[in-house]
């Protein structure tokens, strides 16, 4: 009788084990979306025109127009700065750097947007910049500058 209850005890744990021993697979799903890459051109370089060597600023407008102290009535066309943006349809987010005006001893330059946003329609959309420089007369130097800045466009 012993032997018939250790093998029925035995024979009985493992059918227990071996039913809670079991494996399954589940199949996973990767979601995601491929996007056209945004593309940012400067169709237009930014030019202040003629800006006067004296303590003060000079404004330019997104639409080209100029004011302040600084800016010298009547010198060279002022030309905000344009920008193509190419990608998806969609509406972008667009930043700007501060500028490195340490190039530029005497100069700082703001660069300036209106909307920090831009709608992408049938894949395009410009944006215009604009800015201000401030002029410390004491640290500048007479003749042709130029200070670098970046557009940034994110989806």
Do not use: H, R, W
């Not at 943006?85 to 490195?100: F, K, M, P, R």
């Amino acid at each position: 009788m012993n032997k018939k209850t250790l093998l029925s005890t035995l024979m009985a744990s493992s059918f227990l084990l071996s039913a809670g021993v079991s494996a399954t697979d589940q199949t996973g799903t990767a979601n995601f979306n491929l996007i056209v890459p945004i593309v940012v051109t400067e169709a237009t370089a930014m030019d202040f025109g003629d800006i006067s060597l004296a303590d003060g600023q000079c404004v330019l407008t997104e639409s080209n127009s100029v004011s302040g102290s600084s800016c010298v009535p009547g010198g060279n066309a002022a030309q905000s700065g344009v920008f193509n943006i190419t990608g998806a349809d969609a509406t972008v987010n667009v930043a700007l750097s501060a500028a490195d005006s340490s190039s530029v001893p005497g100069v700082t330059f703001t660069p300036q947007i209106t909307a920090n946003t831009v709608d992408i329609i049938s894949g395009t959309a410009s944006i215009n910049v604009g800015g201000t420089i401030d002029v410390v007369a004491a640290n500048a130097t007479a003749g042709v500058k130029a200070i670098s800045y970046t557009v940034s466009v994110t989806y």
